[in-house]
Each structure stands twice: as C-alpha cells, then as structure tokens.
C-alpha cells in the first residue's frame, strides 16, 4: 500500500503525518477530494 499511497501524494498534494492519517482514514481523504 505504500507506494499507491505515494502515487496519491503525487497526484493529490497530500501530505500526511505520521500517526495521523492511516490506512482507511487516508482513502476516505482521498475519496473526498476526487468528488470535490
């Protein structure tokens, strides 16, 4: 999952704190921004 993780960091902007985002909570960002 790391590098489809790094591939949205690329893509969207996003940076993530360690411990902040995991996992799902991620995904659910990401989701939210591609119907923004």
């Known amino acids: 999952l790391k590098n489809e993780f790094e591939l949205d960091v690329k893509v969207y902007g996003i940076h993530p704190e360690a411990g902040e985002l995991e ?11 591609r119907y923004e």
Do not use: Q, Y
């Open 23 to 33: 996992g799902i909570e991620l995904h659910r960002r990401l989701d939210d921004l």
